[in-house]
């Protein structure tokens, strides 16, 4: 069975650090592209970050602020985040990108305030 689970998130100040883990079990995950994403309340779950081979940053803001990374021995992937602003109170939540039919974990809540 499909199943993701996400961890690493917590309260931290503005300016602070996180890093966020991602275990993927149940499917081939080497094969697959892996995005972070992410839902403020009341907002549509975005992408902000995907690796295939190489990392790509969609959201000009993490771009020098974030890094993501995958271990394809562990099936894990990672975000290290740095410099994290209010703005980025919002779950988190690892998914293939594109975005296909397997279920959506349960995300981890990060909550960056003074």
């Known amino acids: 069975q499909e199943q993701l689970v996400e961890s690493g998130g917590g309260l931290v100040q503005p300016g602070g650090s996180l890093r966020l883990s991602c275990a993927a079990s149940g499917m081939i995950f080497s094969r697959r592209t892996w995005g972070w994403y992410r839902q403020g309340l009341g907002k549509q779950r975005e992408l902000i970050a995907y690796v295939g081979n190489i990392p790509i940053y969609v959201d000009s803001f993490v771009k020098g602020r974030f890094v993501i990374s995958r271990d394809n021995a562990k099936n894990m992937v990672y975000l290290e985040m740095s410099d994290l602003k209010p703005a980025f109170t919002c779950?988190?939540?690892?998914?293939?990108?594109?975005?296909?039919?397997?279920?959506w974990g349960q995300g981890t809540q990060v909550t960056v305030s003074s």
């Open positions: 779950v988190f939540y690892c998914y293939p990108a594109p975005e296909c039919g397997i279920l």
